[in-house]
Antibody
Framework: QITLKESGPTLVKPTQTLTLTCTFS??????????VGWIRQPPGKALEWLAL???????RYSPSLKSRLTITKDTSKNQVVLTMTNMDPVDTATYYC??????????WGQGTLVTVSS | QPVLTQPPSASASLGASVTLTCTLS???????VDWYQQRPGKGPRFVMR????????SKGDGIPDRFSVLGSGLNRYLTIKNIQEEDESDYHC?????????????FGGGTKLTVL
């Protein structure tokens, strides 16, 4: 059974850097074709894809946020980390990590709400 | 990259059927689209992928047979028959575009389905 869980701060100040960790089980990020991504959802708004990392350490970023995002993996710990710099109140959202296989987001975490406020 | 358009809301009575629509922007009629269900307060759940030939691959885990998809032109449809209370959710469509450094994943605005 595949599970993913997001963790990180619930409150960050404007201009700070956000670091989120996705801890997963039930699959290995060293298996060919597997990826883990991050998607966010501001309150009452649409989903927005942020970043994706593959088993071979190939990385993809949303063009509109690329300059602020870094995604990394620690295969031995079954974790994927997303950092987002220069946080702003508009970045307030629930952040999800998801398992990617065969081009779909097959399993999602429960999400973690991050509020950006001074 | 494609733009995916969804009506913001839909409703159907208990036991009835409803069809939700995701419309791709012009020029992307050959694109496959994923459907995701998001129950209140929960993370999204993969439903299934659809192209112009219908379902692509398998349904997500635990998705009942009442859920089906069709694709025609720029439209990708999700039909739910014999609607149950647990089907009241937000439904999102999404698609990938490009490859390599040009890869992007785009979502529609989502449709809130209310069960009457």
């Amino acid at each position: 059974q595949i599970t993913l869980k997001e963790s990180g701060p619930t409150l960050v100040k404007p201009t700070q850097t956000l670091t989120l960790t996705c801890t997963f089980s039930g699959f290995s990020l060293s298996t060919s074709g597997v990826g883990v991504g991050w998607i966010r959802q501001p309150p009452g708004k649409a989903l927005e894809w942020l970043a994706l990392i593959y088993w071979n350490d190939d990385k993809r970023y949303s063009p509109s946020l690329k300059s602020r995002l870094t995604i990394t993996k620690d295969t031995s710990k079954n974790q994927v980390v997303l950092t987002m710099t220069n946080m702003d109140p508009v970045d307030t959202a629930t952040y999800y990590c998801a398992h990617r296989l065969s081009s779909s987001w097959s399993i999602w975490g429960q999400g973690t709400l991050v509020t950006v406020s001074s | 990259q494609p733009v995916l358009t969804q009506p913001p809301s839909a409703s159907a009575s208990l036991g009835a059927s409803v069809t939700l629509t995701c419309t791709l922007s012009s020029g992307y009629s050959n694109y496959k689209v994923d459907w995701y269900q998001q129950r209140p307060g929960k993370g999204p759940r993969f439903v299934m992928r659809v192209g112009t030939g219908g379902i692509v691959g398998s349904k997500g885990d635990g998705i009942p047979d009442r859920f089906s998809v069709l694709g025609s032109g720029l439209n990708r449809y999700l039909t739910i028959k014999n609607i149950q209370e647990e089907d009241e959710s937000d439904y999102h469509c999404g698609a990938d575009h490009g490859s390599g450094s040009n890869f992007v994943w785009v979502f529609g605005g989502g449709t809130k389905l209310t069960v009457l």
